[in-house]
């Protein structure tokens, strides 16, 4: 007997239950983002390994740890692990951002070689928005106001809460950098390999450290909130101003740096306690170099990405009232002569003239009994019943599966009128 093949560490499967809820969350955030004009678009899975490299930075644990990379002939490819790189690479590539502003989403599977655990995966899932040409702190706040909506639309909003930072200019940063690490130096007894390691190569990251005694050590650390030129000072004065015209709660968080080399002047992220250690849902902030920095002229930017796993997990945990769409609405049952083209007829003309319903074709044989048990297992609301003496009269039975009401047949020219009526 063959050895059972399994999927892959991190890689998982999505039952046709589960992807009810990863439809009705997708669509949500399809339609927040269609309410404020952004347009969709798709990229490549797979991009040049140096994209990532110069985007990303190379002393990044994304870079250096976690990117799935092969060689493709004479070419080094990299399996995603984020969509703003390669959003950006399109948009100077194909020309959408020269001279014009561009407002775009983006949807679908990203790759990272880390370890797997509840809520993170080798293979996940993020929505992301990427904005180009806007300056003004206007923008990142309708991003903020955008993603708090969507809270709202998908009954999280009270378990997620806004953690807000200016990280300034790359000059203002460089000099908060050599602040922090002088500081830094004196407490290295504290720090891991790993943390030693990032003191070097990349030491704002220290930041966010999970050790316990060195986030202690931080809190009289400089702050890079004083190392702020005064553009970026404005800037963020500007859209903490707005964001509380608008009524949305932030929290400033002078620690918050973001994991990636290309961020600027404002990032975010929207973290929940309701997942224990994977708290963050949505994080993003400003990259106004990176178009260049990628062979683009100099031109603005600012995005988000929401892990969906992480979203699925949040619904599912706080969200009790949510009602998700039956997999069946109607379940066409027959059996005798002439019973099978009539099924058949009718289930079309139903998906015709009524294309919101879902409707199933039992087409798996069997006596009544046994169909009814298929009807009530796919957990449809309505059976549709053709016998012999339904083909020739050209009538159908109609049962309600759920409320237990009294079966009624009706002609089939009916049928649909009936039909609009109880959906």
Request: with cysteine; hydrophobic share 40%.
């Amino acid at each position: 007997m063959a050895k059972n093949i399994q999927a892959i560490r991190g890689m998982n499967d999505c039952s046709p239950t589960e992807s009810l809820l990863w439809q009705w969350i997708e669509n949500k955030v399809r339609n927040v983002l269609a309410g404020y004009g952004y347009s969709e678009v798709r990229m490549p899975i797979v991009e040049s390994t140096p994209l990532f490299a110069r985007a990303i930075g190379e002393v990044t644990d994304v870079v250096s740890k976690e990117m799935y990379t092969f060689w493709d002939n004479d070419e080094q490819l990299t399996l995603r692990p984020e969509g703003t790189a390669g959003c950006v690479r399109a948009a100077i590539e194909r020309g959408w951002i020269y001279n014009n502003e561009q407002r775009l989403w983006y949807m679908g599977p990203m790759f990272r070689h880390e370890r797997p655990q509840k809520g993170r995966y080798r293979q996940f899932h993020q929505a992301g928005v990427e904005i180009f040409g806007i300056s003004n702190p206007e923008i990142d706040a309708e991003l903020i106001i955008l993603t708090a909506r969507l809270w709202k639309e998908l009954g999280i909003d009270q378990h997620v809460s806004l953690q807000l930072n200016s990280i300034g200019s790359l000059e203002a940063r460089a000099n908060y950098r050599s602040a922090l690490v002088k500081f830094l130096e004196n407490h290295t007894a504290l720090m891991s390999d790993e943390e030693k390691e990032r003191l070097v190569k990349n030491p704002l990251r220290i930041l966010d450290t999970k050790n316990q005694a060195l986030q202690e050590v931080l809190n009289d650390a400089p702050k890079l909130l004083d190392y702020l030129d005064d553009d970026s000072r404005e800037h963020f004065a500007q859209l903490c101003s707005l964001l509380d015209a608008m009524g949305i709660a932030y929290e400033v968080n002078p620690k918050l740096v973001r994991g990636l080399d290309y961020y600027n002047k404002t990032v975010f992220e929207w973290v929940t306690s309701a997942l224990g250690s994977q708290g963050t849902v949505c994080g993003g902030g400003r990259y106004d170099g990176l178009v260049e920095q990628l062979g683009g002229h100099a031109t603005q930017g600012v995005g988000f990405a929401m892990g969906l796993e992480r979203l699925v997990l949040l619904v599912q945990e706080v969200n009790k009232e949510i009602s998700l769409p039956k997999a069946v609405d109607v379940y066409v049952v027959y059996s005798g002569e002439g019973a099978t083209l009539n099924a058949f007829q009718i289930a079309e003309q139903i998906r015709s003239e009524l294309p919101q319903l879902r409707v199933m074709t039992h087409c798996s044989g069997g006596n009544f009994k046994k169909q009814f048990k298929r009807a009530d297992k796919v957990e449809a609301q309505i059976a549709l019943v053709i016998g012999e003496s339904e083909v020739v009269e050209q009538k159908v039975v109609v049962k309600d599966l759920q409320s237990g009401a009294e079966q009624i047949t009706i002609a089939q020219t009916d049928l649909i009128s009936e039909l609009t009526k109880r959906f």
